[in-house]
């Protein structure tokens, strides 16, 4: 019996043994992995940056109330087309009391004083007749007497500007909120019944309106402080809309801000660009939008895939490896000009003949027998 166990342990190993010498046969006969190749070829590459951002009416107009109140009447809806002096809405006065009250004592101080200037006036005007006072002195008397009238109104006129915010009821009163300029209501902040704050020295008011002329649009968008100062006015843009598919507009580059605002570690320039709308397009206010803008254009030059790049560790300079033999490459350092993210130029290191390594793409290759098998 021990004799068996003996037999059957030396058969199990040798199995063994011959399962092990047909892997390592096996693993062997695998095809080689190589390296394929491509060359350099010369081509025309533009250089291109995208700025974000949204397109915008070149000026929007806050209109706001010259009187505070309550918003008694609003005349338009937002998205409708205006023109200067159009009635936008009406504000109902609420008259603050001690104003009011302080309007109404001026009211009874100017009545007391021409009261007094009127009993002067007429026994003067009756001793002129008599000939007993001079003419100066009651051309004095009389100037007092019409400075009198005179208070009195302009005290009456204050009381009624404060009570109902127009001295004569005129279709100018403060209480007509009108458009001061054509264009488009973009926007009512407000409805009826809100009370709304006079725009003065101290405070901005209240917006009741903005209206803005959507014939004129302009791209505000940022661009990289890296990419900035490729920029120049009247720079040419091709901008597309988010809510328009497979359109772009011409653009023109109108303004590069001096100074940059630094966003998440990075600082962004805000730029603008003056649209050129096509009428058969309704543009709104705020659609969002990219610019596309060419940096630099070259023609002709030598360029090799992107791709094809490597990098040093240490310095990060770029190099390709070219090929000296059968799967045999050499490390070739080169500088690089522009870029539009798949080729690039090469401005010196190798020439059209060379065989370019790619790095990262390998191939089997095929041993007598192998063709057609997967």
């Known amino acids: 019996m021990k004799k068996f166990f003996k037999i059957l342990l030396v058969v199990i190993f040798v199995a063994l043994l011959g399962f092990s010498g047909k892997y390592l046969i096996d693993s062997n006969s695998k095809s080689p992995i190589v390296f394929t190749t491509e060359k350099a070829f010369k081509t025309s590459i533009e250089e291109k940056t995208v700025a974000t951002g949204k397109v915008v009416p070149e000026d929007e107009v806050a209109i706001k109330p010259q009187i505070s109140g309550i918003i008694e009447k609003i005349y338009v809806e937002e998205g409708a087309a205006i023109k200067t002096g159009d009635l936008i809405a009406k504000v ?55 400075q009198a009238k005179q208070d009195l109104s302009n005290a009456r006129s204050d009381l009624q500007i404060i009570r109902l915010g127009s001295a004569g009821g005129s279709s100018t009163a403060n209480t007509n909120i009108r458009a001061t300029v054509s264009g488009t209501i973009l926007e009512i902040p407000v409805k009826e019944g809100d009370q709304v704050i006079e725009s003065n020295n101290f405070n901005d008011g209240t917006t ?160 007598e027998g192998e063709e057609g098998q997967n």
Do not use: C, H
């Open 92 to 146: 109902k006065v609420v008259p603050n009391e001690q104003s009011l009250n302080s309007a109404r004592g001026r009211v009874k101080n100017a009545q007391i004083v021409l009261n007094n200037s009127k009993v002067e006036y007429d026994r003067n005007k009756a001793l002129f007749d008599k000939g007993v006072i001079s003419s100066q002195d009651f051309n004095n008397m009389d100037l007092r007497y019409n």
């Open 208 to 367: 009741i309106a903005t209206i803005a002329d959507l014939n004129k649009m302009i791209f505000e968008g940022k661009v990289d402080e890296a990419e900035v100062n490729k920029l120049k006015i009247d720079m040419p843009l091709k901008v597309s809309l988010g809510a328009i598919r497979d359109k772009e507009f011409d653009a023109k580059l109108k303004f590069i801000a001096p100074k940059g605002d630094e966003e998440q570690g990075a600082v962004q320039f805000k730029i603008e660009g003056e649209v050129f709308l096509d009428k058969s397009y309704f543009i709104r206010a705020g659609y969002s939008a990219n610019a596309s803008i060419v940096l630099e254009t070259k023609n002709d030059i030598l360029a090799v895939k992107e791709a094809l790049l490597q990098f040093d560790k240490e310095t990060e300079d770029p190099y390709v490896e070219v090929q000296t033999g059968d799967q045999k490459f050499e490390r070739k350092d080169v500088e690089i000009g522009i870029s539009d993210g798949i080729n690039v130029e090469i401005l010196s290191g190798i020439t059209e003949e060379d065989d370019i390594k790619v790095w990262n793409k390998t191939e089997p290759i095929k041993k």
